[in-house]
């Protein structure tokens, strides 16, 4: 298993490292980018990389499943 993964940030489109300890016990990831929160990842791209989803999208989600 890998000590850590990248997550692409959902509002600034860059890639930052995560530990798979975060990824286990975090529900948000605040990018080293532009340092917004997102919550969490929906899925991960061809080469692996985790897709972070907005805050906001998450939300909605949520919302629509009542």
């Known amino acids: 298993m890998l000590d ?3 997550m692409k940030c959902p509002y600034c489109n860059k890639v930052f ?3 798979e300890d975060e990824r286990c016990d975090n529900e948000t ?3 080293s980018h532009c340092h917004q929160v997102n919550a969490g990842c929906s899925e991960a791209d061809q ?3 985790l897709i972070g989803v907005s805050i906001l999208d998450y939300e909605i989600v ?3 499943r009542g």
């Open 4 to 6: 850590e993964r990248i």
């Open 17 to 19: 490292w995560i530990t």
């Open 29 to 31: 990831f605040e990018c």
């Open 47 to 49: 080469y692996g990389v």
């Open 62 to 64: 949520e919302l629509l």
